[in-house]
Structure formats: structure tokens, C-alpha cells
């Protein structure tokens, strides 16, 4: 059964007699659209000062890419300091069993928490400690960049793009963006390389998909309607990847009976042929620092391409299976450097939102 058979099988039997699906809509609990309305914003003026300024600096910090959506972080406010630790009961042992992801993701947080800082006119000075980033602020000019503008309407685009090609001059853009922190990139956009990566993605995808372990810990964190989206506040939402809303009891079961290893290669197929370009984040160090270095880089060209009206989204199964990236590293010729994050990009539509936890929720 393909995709369409299966939305087709899916609503019949939704509208059969299944519980319906629908977000109640009350102050104690908000619609799913009102809480992305809510969520994917800028803060309103007046910011202020003091606790309520350091209190949206983790709000921007929050809305950056992260593993799952799980959002494995904390945040400890201090005078002036903002420090950002890891969240290790929110950790993916199977898809990411160093953590690599993990700090890539603290990474992304601290570049949108940056961004943030500059705007409302603070200078970060980052710390990076064995298991902790300390963000120590001080006074300097407001700059309100592009990629600042650019935090709300970033997502990651989990769909076909339109197959347009992107222009020289906005990929040159998008390098200069991506290439800070000591953290290089390779971009690709001819065809013969773009097949060739997505051969060792659907060699890691197969791999995964066969892994009980995987498959088991991905479910776990998908969120199939959008009131267990609303309940949860993290995961991945289904219909974010163009599947139908289903109640969470069939959609457990949908999914293991229809995530096989053919039908997700035949979507990741469909998504990089109809991309722009793939480019590949690869830190100096592979350790803790490079993994938060290569997340700061990935944020920023995430919001850049953003800010010029593209989408884009990862493909790191190239990258998370051992046997598959050291494959890929031969391909990429970068000796015994890690390649860190792969990200496809192009013209692509606005899908549904995934959501973020409270903040106070992330406040220690």
C-alpha cells in the first residue's frame, strides 16, 4: 500500500467511528494553531529588563532545530549569565548514542540565544565546559540581523521541493553564513553529486529502519494529531511530513505496519532529487566542542536560508550510522575529520508546525 492508499484507508476509518482528533480550545488548554501562533513569534515590545529579558533570550534559544524535537536542554539564569546544559532524560540512545546530536542541538540554541543577545543590544561571551555552555552578557548596540528576523519562520521542511535551482550569488550567501566557528562546509547542487549522496542516505536510512531499537525510539517521539501536539509540546508531528492525523492508538500501529525500509527510501528519493543542493556541516574537533560549533553553524545557515525564502531539512542518516559515515568520509575527502550534519535545501511549501515545551518548563 503507498501513501495515498494508506491516507485514503486512514480517513475512511477515521470517519467510521474513531474518537475524534480535534484540539480543544480553552484558556487552560489552547488550540494546537493558537499555540503556534503563540510559539512562533517576536516577542512583543516592550522586552524590559533584568529576569524578563533573560527570560526571552531562552525563549529564542528554544525555538532553534534540535534532535526529534525532543529539546534535550535546561537553561540557569543568573546576573547576567545564561547557562545551557544538556538534558540527558531527553537523550536518543539509538539514533544518537554519543550524544552527538544531543550538542549539536545546544549548539543551535546558543547561536538563536546569540542572535537574540545582539538584537536586544547584549554581547555574548561563550564558555564552553565539558558539560555546559555559559553565556555571560554585557552591554553593547542593538542589531536586529536578518537571520534574527528569520527565528520565527525557520523550520525544518520535511516534504518534496519544487526542484528549482538556487542562485550563485545566495549560495555564496549561504556559505559565508554557515562558515563560522571554525566549522567547514561542502555544498553540492550538480546532480551526479546529489545521486551519490543520496545513495549513502538510503543506505543509512535501510539500516535504521531495520534496527528494532530505532524504530522503537523514533515512535516514541512522533506525535500523531495535533492534540497530542498540543499535550506534549515536542516530537515530531506527523502531518509535518505530509501524513494524515490520525488518533494516537491507530497511528502507533499504522506506523509500524507502514514505516518499512522501501517506502521511506522512496520518499527520501523524491526529496533530494527535487532539491536545490545538499551541504555538509564538518567541525575541526570531534568532540563536545565541534558537535555545539557545527549546531552554531547549521542554526545559522538555517536562518539564512530562511531569510532568502528557502526550505530545507536534515538527511543525517548519511551520518548516524558508524559503517555508513565512514563511507561518506571517504566520499568527501575530509581525511579523518567527522562529518557532522547534512542538510538538503530548496524552494519548498510551509508545512505544519512542531511545537515547543513551556519555558518555564526548561528553567532551572
Known amino acids: 500500500m503507498n501513501r495515498r492508499d494508506f491516507s485514503k484507508a486512514a480517513g475512511t476509518m477515521i470517519v ?20 503556534v501562533e503563540e510559539i512562533w513569534s517576536h516577542s512583543p515590545p516592550p522586552i524590559g529588563q533584568g529576569s524578563d529579558l533573560m527570560f526571552e533570550l531562552v525563549r529564542y534559544a528554544t525555538l532553534a532545530a534540535n534532535s526529534h524535537n525532543t529539546q534535550p536542554w535546561k537553561f540557569k539564569i543568573e546576573s547576567n549569565r545564561i547557562s545551557i546544559l544538556p538534558d540527558f532524560s531527553r537523550r536518543c540512545a539509538a539514533v544518537d548514542p554519543d550524544d552527538h ?4 542541538s545546544l549548539g543551535c540554541a546558543l547561536e538563536n ?29 542593538p542589531d536586529e540581523s536578518a537571520l534574527f528576523q ?21 549560495l555564496a550567501l549561504l556559505e559565508e553564513s554557515a562558515n563560522e566557528h571554525g566549522v567547514a562546509t561542502q555544498l553540492y547542487t550538480d ?5 551519490a549522496i543520496l545513495e549513502y542516505v538510503v543506505a543509512g536510512n535501510t539500516a535504521q529502519v531495520n534496527d528494532e531499537a530505532f524504530v522503537t525510539e523514533l515512535k516514541e517521539w512522533v506525535r500523531f494529531n495535533k492534540r497530542s501536539v498540543a499535550e ?18 491507530f497511528g502507533e500501529r499504522a506506523f509500524s505496519f507502514f ?25 575541526e574537533q570531534d568532540n563536545k566542542e565541534g558537535w555545539i560549533n557545527a549546531g552554531r553553524s547549521y542554526q545559522r545557515f538555517a536562518l539564512q536560508s530562511t531569510a532568502i525564502g528557502l526550505k530545507h531539512s536534515f538527511v543525517n542518516q548519511a551520518v548516524e550510522v558508524p559503517h555508513v559515515r565512514s563511507q561518506f568520509t571517504e566520499y568527501l575527502n575530509i581525511g579523518d575529520r567527522r562529518p557532522d550534519l547534512v542538510v538538503r535545501f530548496g524552494y519548498g511549501p510551509l508545512m505544519p508546525r512542531s511545537l515547543r515545551r513551556p519555558v518555564d518548563q526548561v528553567i532551572i
Open 101 to 104: 546530536h544531543l550538542f549539536a
Open 191 to 195: 546532480e551526479r553529486a546529489l545521486e
Open 259 to 283: 514505516f518499512k525500509a522501501d517506502t521511506e527510501n522512496d520518499k527520501y528519493r523524491d526529496q533530494i532529487r527535487s532539491s536545490a543542493g545538499v551541504i555538509v556541516f564538518t567541525a
Open 113 to 141: 540565544m546569540a542572535l537574540a543577545s545582539h538584537a536586544f543590544g547584549l554581547q555574548e561571551f561563550v564558555t564552553l565546559g565539558e558539560d555546559f555552555i555559559q553565556v555571560d552578557l554585557e552591554p553593547r548596540r
Open 16 to 35: 467510521g467511528g474513531m474518537v475524534p482528533i480535534a484540539c480543544s480550545n480553552t484558556d487552560e488548554n489552547p488550540s494546537y494553531e493558537d499555540l
Open 232 to 249: 506534549t509540546r515536542d516530537g515530531l508531528f506527523s502531518a509535518a511530513s505530509g501524513n494524515p492525523e490520525l488518533p494516537t492508538w
Open 150 to 170: 528569520a527565528i520565527p519562520e525557520r523550520q525544518c521542511t520535511r516534504s518534496a521541493y519544487d526542484g528549482r535551482s538556487v542562485s550563485v550569488d545566495q
